[in-house]
């Protein structure tokens, strides 16, 4: 008979309990909460459209050697990104928002967020 290590008993019966209880079924919830993220790479956003809902968070990535920023005026403003470095930008009003890298205005995306 094989046993079980301890650890893995409980790391199993912790997994189990989590997924019990009310709320939205756990396809909903990662839908909800799916990871949103813009890489800053090649001097484009990548993608360069992004779609939310309110409370929902993108996180803009510098993956390029250069420094860049994530801007849209009167909404977000990233600073000034260095490679490896990030910045979270989450939806607390309805609309579109048109961003650019101050930097390199040719840089544009575009952040549409939805009830």
Do not use: N, W
């Amino acid at each position: 008979m094989t046993r079980i290590p301890p650890i893995v008993a409980v790391l199993a019966a912790g997994a189990l309990a989590s997924g019990c209880g009310g709320g939205k079924p756990a396809a909903a919830r990662s839908a909800d909460t799916a990871a949103r993220i813009v890489d800053l790479t090649g001097s484009t956003f990548a993608p360069d459209r992004v779609d939310l809902k309110l409370g929902q968070t993108v996180t803009f990535v510098d993956q390029d050697a250069i420094a860049h920023t994530a801007t849209a005026e009167g909404t977000f403003d990233s600073g000034i990104l260095r490679q490896g470095e990030r910045f979270d930008f989450t939806a607390t009003k309805a609309g579109t928002f048109h961003y650019v890298c101050s930097f390199h205005p040719g840089m544009a995306g575009t952040v549409t967020v939805t009830r």
